[in-house]
């Protein structure tokens, strides 16, 4: 039997939100925005201090607001609003209650203290480690004690998480098996476990040193460990961002997955692999060996990029079949021409599924490639890889189902709809154009995480060719364009939720559990024709990519 | 719909669409592709990191001194000093920085400090060289431009790889791993005749 807890109805989709669950959403989602706002303006800054001729921040605040940047983003950002997906993704689309409510407020306020510890320590001038705070370098104990308490918020929200699961199965409020999007959830969760342990295992040492009750860490067995953390944080937002996909195809198009045994399939992969990929930041490193290289790096013979493939075309193909379904059957194309192009949760998940795949996905893989990061290594074509997908891709697809979460869940009209059309287009424009320029310094030599590419006040000499200089400034450039479109995003949302309340939908919702669409025709031919296209077309650049890549590699001095 | 549990109870049994089926094999023979190059480029491709590495003993690393400090590469230190001193063609300009040549074995060192790169070295295009490679305070960056080989230097790590240059000319040195407030004016200098 059902335990009896406090919930609203929702409105306009008819579930039962558990009223903790609710807040804590809220409250997630909230702070998340918050860091967002505070770490994309650290990145601007970033940005033009790496323009030469704007070159806005001196060498100490540059490296301060760059590792800012990094941890307010790549940590506090993105987990943040996963933590919010992950209450979502139990609680409400299990139409069930949710365990052990404070827990959830104690790990809210154990992340929120973490990370303004953290921020704190960064701003005192004292940690500017970079996010990745290699050892021998010292950050101050605060830092790295931040840092900790966030993951262990984090990992609390997790096993609430679990909880909650546990809760829907006995209860009974689901039939058969969870709903794909909370399978990528669970995925996204059991990975934030393994990062996480792997965090305290390398950074509760790291604090000891700090404080100096431990005389030496070992800098190879720190970096191997410490991107058990940096890694797997990035495959929990890709599993999010991808069960996010299919959330906004599910609630625009109203589309199915083609089959789930395909994506679910996909996802096992990212449990059973995706965590190896802690090598790819090891490939140029000395003391590890070329198997472990090679088997680490390709994630078991690449059975993780092959889920990501697998994701590439079942998403789009998800929202293909729906269309076809509604009529717009014409050519190959129609389908995707009739989409709807001013709703920003589709143009954001479509804009994020593009560049995360085109430009993330296949530079990922280049310099995944044991020889080839030899030519990447730490330039800065390893910031413009992974901006395509936390920029392009997770944070563009966090932006785009917020567009539909946030007015939903907090009853609020969209404050300024005409805005919301264009933001994700100036946000993702502005995206590509920070990782392609960033690419192309860094294809040019460009070293990431260094304030001055002319070497102005070095003993030696190196100049940089001239398109490197106007590289830089172009990502200066889209930086800026990016920055407004992030910053259009946050005040859209500060501003929906503190503003004008929904009218009351004219008609009563539809049930939830009424499935517009089932099955899809076994006729001859292809179900997705378009979609396969795409595909085509995205294997066609992967391959020629990769290829190039390693005819330049064959051009540089010989290496045995 | 994606949000709400599959229509299917037993969702495995469903069958896998053709496009579906046609992907995933297109994507696992790339996928065995992709793995295929790494092995291969061992056997025929002249571009590979060796795997040659030695750790510097902790007791060599002035374990005797500060505890705090026992990274640093003394050993190493020594090593490099004792090659310069023996091989120094010239000095670079008035910056009094020795341009060093290979040992008759064929052996090259460099060191990263806080924050440059010593020494200087002289190499001969098409003649082939063991490098030998480390850090004495924290993690640096060794990237050979506008060549562009990037290779990262730990402490306490001494790394040894072959190289052969196959272009003339003057070849900076960056630093690329963040090694503080100096970072951007470490630079070093290659020479190839």
């Avoid at chain 1, 940089?464 to 920055?483: C, D, E, K, Q, R």
């Amino acid at each position: 039997m059902a335990a009896t807890y406090e919930y609203r109805t929702c409105p306009d989709t008819g579930f039962k939100i558990d009223l903790n669950a609710d807040k804590l959403i809220k409250w997630n989602a909230v702070s998340a925005v918050v860091f967002l706002l505070i770490g994309g303006f650290f990145g601007l800054l970033v940005a033009l201090t790496r323009w030469p001729t704007v070159h806005l921040l001196d060498a100490e605040l540059f490296y301060l607001a760059l590792t800012a940047h990094g941890v307010d983003i790549l940590l506090v950002w993105l987990i943040f609003f996963e933590m919010a997906l992950l209450y979502f993704c139990s609680s409400v689309l299990l139409q069930c209650r949710l365990a052990t409510p404070k827990f959830g407020w104690l790990a809210y306020w154990l992340m929120l203290g973490g990370a303004a510890m953290g921020n704190v320590a960064v701003l005192m001038g004292e940690s500017s480690v970079m996010f990745t705070s290699y050892v021998p370098m010292k950050a101050s104990p605060l830092f790295y004690l931040g840092l900790i308490l966030f993951a262990v918020g984090a990992l609390i929200v997790c096993f609430v998480f679990f909880g909650t699961l546990v809760i829907a199965k006995k209860e009974k409020t689901y039939e058969g098996s969870v709903p794909l999007v909370t399978f990528g959830a669970i995925v996204a969760a059991i990975i934030a476990v393994y990062t996480i342990v792997s965090g305290a295992v390398i950074l509760i040492p790291t604090l000891a040193w700090s404080l100096g009750l431990i005389p030496y860490i070992d800098t190879l067995l720190y970096k191997v460990i410490w991107w058990g953390l940096g890694h797997s944080s990035q495959q929990i937002n890709v599993s999010a961002q991808i069960a996010c996909w299919y959330a906004v195809a599910a609630i625009v198009f109203g589309a199915k997955p083609i089959s789930e045994k395909v994506c679910r399939t996909a996802f096992l992969m990212y449990i059973l692999f995706l965590q190896l990929a802690s090598a790819h930041h090891l490939l140029v490193e000395p003391g590890l060996t070329s198997e472990f290289k090679i088997f680490n790096t390709s994630y078991a013979f690449y059975l993780a990029v092959f889920g990501s493939m697998m994701h590439g075309l079942t998403v789009p193909g998800a929202m293909e079949l729906a269309q076809r379904r509604k009529g717009y059957t014409k050519g190959l194309f129609e389908w995707l021409r009739k989409a709807p192009w001013g709703n920003p949760a589709f143009s954001g998940t479509f804009l994020s599924i593009v560049i995360f795949g085109f430009l993330g996905g296949i530079t990922g893989v280049v310099m995944g490639t044991e020889q080839l990061n030899l030519i990447m290594h730490n330039t800065i074509y390893v910031p413009g890889h992974f901006h395509a997908t936390t920029a392009g891709g997770t944070t563009l697809a966090f932006m785009a189902l917020s567009y539909w979460l946030v007015p939903t869940l907090w009853q609020r009209e969209l404050w300024a709809p005409g805005l919301a059309k264009i933001q994700p287009y100036l946000f993702g424009i502005g995206v590509t154009g920070i990782a392609l320029f960033q690419m192309g310094a860094g294809t040019l030599g460009v070293s990431r995480r260094h304030w001055d590419m002319t070497f102005a006040d070095a003993t030696l000499t190196y100049d940089y060719p001239a398109a490197a200089h106007l590289m830089m400034a172009l990502n200066g450039v889209f930086a800026i364009i990016a920055a407004i479109g992030g910053g259009l995003f946050c005040i859209q949302m500060v501003l929906t939720i503190i503003g004008k309340k929904k009218a009351a939908p004219a008609e009563a919702p539809a049930a939830p559990a009424a499935e517009a669409l089932t099955g899809h025709g076994h006729g001859a031919g292809l179900a997705v024709p378009g979609t396969f296209v795409l595909a085509l077309i995205f294997l066609t650049t992967f391959v020629l990519y990769y290829f190039v890549n390693w005819k330049y590699l064959s051009e540089v001095w010989i290496l045995s | 719909m994606a949000i709400f549990p599959p229509s299917e109870k037993v969702w495995w049994n469903e069958p896998v669409e053709r496009t579906e089926a046609l992907w995933i094999g297109i994507c696992l023979v790339w996928a065995m592709i992709l793995f295929f190059m790494m092995p291969y480029w061992h056997i025929v491709g002249q571009q590979n990191l060796s795997n040659e590495a030695y750790k510097i003993p902790l007791a060599d690393q002035g374990a005797e001194s500060d505890p705090s400090q026992r990274f640093v590469g003394e050993a190493y230190e020594a090593k490099v000093e004792a090659y310069v001193a023996a091989n120094t063609i010239r000095e670079e300009g008035d910056t009094g920085i020795p341009v060093v040549k290979a040992t008759d074995s064929g052996d090259v060192y460099m060191l990263g400090r806080l924050w440059d790169w010593y020494p200087i070295l002289e190499l001969e295009k098409g003649k082939s060289y063991r490098f030998h490679l480390s850090s004495l305070d924290w993690l640096h960056g060794w990237s050979l431009q506008p060549t562009n080989i990037n290779i990262q230097v730990h402490p306490g790590y001494e790394m040894i790889f072959n190289v052969t240059p196959t272009e003339t000319g003057e070849f900076g040195v960056v630093c690329n791993e963040f090694c503080g407030i100096g970072h951007h004016n470490m630079l070093g200098k290659i020479y190839v005749k």
